[in-house]
């Protein structure tokens, strides 16, 4: 390789590969030295150095300068082609890590080239990626050529290539996809404050608007939902409740909570806990099914929060107090205060900061230790016993289901008649009427 040459190769490769020149000319130094360290010994303390302008090579050996030709003609052109390529695959991939690192949160297109087992292999332009099934929405299916929209969710190196995981999981998505929608977002008329997301079933998202002519929650429905359906559409039906964001936490909760109406909320700040209170036919509403719609609000504000009826908060302070006072240290006034700061169970209680405590009720340390310490053991002992009775509800469900079971088989295989066909006498009427009450009894308890 003369000078000029070199000079060539590292142009052509900076503009077919977009890997900077500065790059590849520390490549051909480096095959330079790998291949005089193969004639002068791996001992041999050897820098090779070209001029980035004319592409000469001057190289050093043991302190002593060697000439240009040697240095030149000691490396064949296949040792160079080889660490050069080898080179270049590192740039390459050093490039597309960068670039897709950068990208991590993103929303990027691409279509499904093939499955390998539950993963699906995306093309994007310049990387194959990979959606997990992990990261794919509970109950969607793709098929190959189909394309697809997820966000960029890591970014690593795997030997010579770069790895990209792509998610349609996270809430990220649904960010990307609400400012790809809805153009005040991008605007900043409307701002995304927080988001909180179960895929595949449901999505609260609180949004604000800086002007006050703009309506943040109709802006995202958009005319007849045509914004919102077409974010839905790309979610597979996924429910979507927009939320008017307020800084005001006592209104952002019952917003958070909708479609429920909710009577009350009572902040207690040392918890980080809100306690809601709904009327009786609000209750399920307000919890949502398996307790869906409070997750997702209490995600969305950062606060945990508890819903309940008037009646069961009064049932709690009742048993809190009671409990509370039982304590070796704890007086009834103390008990009330610390109801009154929002702790109903002998856990909150195992939780609370020793310094608060002392602040609250005027406590040596040694009187808050021993509370704390007995309100651990209760509340271990209340979990344990909580624990065994949901053990023996689960027994009495398994065993009303078997016998359940068993007395559909025996009406089924006529071994057990729902009404006498021939006359019996008193006492098999007798036995024909307890067995039929038995069997009703059980399968009224069944699951």
């Known amino acids: 390789m003369n000078p000029n040459e070199i000079l060539r190769i590292v142009d ?12 590849v000319f520390e490549g051909i130094e480096a095959a330079l030295v790998s291949a005089l360290k193969k004639h002068y010994g791996e001992e041999a303390d050897i820098t090779v150095a070209i001029d980035r302008q004319s592409g000469n090579v001057s190289a050093v050996c043991d ?17 160079a082609k080889q660490v050069m390529i080898q080179k270049i695959r590192e740039a390459e991939r050093d490039a597309l890590y960068d670039e897709y690192t950068e990208q991590i949160g993103d929303m990027v297109s691409g279509l499904i080239h093939r499955y390998e087992g539950a993963a699906a292999t995306v093309a994007l332009p310049n990387v194959e990626a990979i959606l997990p099934r992990s990261e794919q929405i509970p109950g969607e299916t793709h098929h190959v050529n189909e394309r697809v929209r997820a966000t960029v969710f890591e970014v690593r190196k795997s030997g010579s290539r ?26 900043g008329v409307i701002e995304v404050r927080a988001m909180a997301r179960e895929p595949g079933y ?43 964001w307020d800084d005001n936490l006592e209104i952002l909760i019952p917003n958070a909570l909708q479609p429920a109406e909710v009577e009350q909320v009572i902040l207690c700040k040392m918890l ?35 819903i309940m009826t008037q009646d069961e908060l009064a049932e709690s302070i009742d048993r809190a107090v009671t409990g509370f006072s039982q304590l070796d240290g704890m007086s009834v006034d103390l008990a009330e205060r610390l109801v009154e700061e929002g702790f109903l169970s002998y856990d ?18 040694e009187q808050v230790d ?22 023996k509800k689960r027994e009495e469900d398994r065993i009303a289901a078997i016998e359940a079971e068993h007395v559909a088989a025996d009406i089924a295989a006529g071994r057990l008649p729902t009404a006498p066909t021939a006359p019996v006498d008193g006492g098999e009427s007798e036995a024909l009427a307890d067995v039929a009450d038995e069997a009703t009894e059980s399968e009224g308890s069944a699951p």
């Open 370 to 391: 021993t509370i704390v310490s007995q309100a651990e053991d209760k509340a271990m002992e209340a979990e344990a016993a909580a624990q065994e009775a949901r053990r």
């Open 202 to 244: 449901r999505s609260k998202v609180a949004v604000s608007s800086s002007d006050a002519r703009v309506d943040c929650v109709g802006a995202c429905v958009g005319v007849r939902g045509n914004r919102i359906k077409n974010i839905v559409d790309e979610l597979g039906g996924e429910r979507i409740d927009i939320v008017r």
């Open 63 to 79: 302190g002593e300068a060697l000439p240009s030709e040697e240095v030149v003609g000691r490396i064949g052109a296949q040792t």
């Open 272 to 306: 980080g806990r809100a306690i809601v209170l709904v009327r009786e036919d609000q209750l399920s509403l307000a919890i949502g099914r398996r307790g869906q719609n409070v997750r997702l609000a209490s995600k969305l504000s950062g606060w945990d929060i508890e």
């Open 12 to 23: 052509a490769i900076h503009r077919d590969k977009n890997i900077g020149k500065e790059i």
């Open 162 to 187: 770069v790895k990209v995981i792509l998610s349609r999981t996270r809430p990220q998505l649904v960010q990307r996809l609400f400012e790809q929608e809805i153009p005040e977002i991008i605007d």
């Open 348 to 365: 909150d209680l195992s939780v609370i900061e020793p310094d608060a405590l002392m602040a609250i009720g005027e406590l040596s340390e």
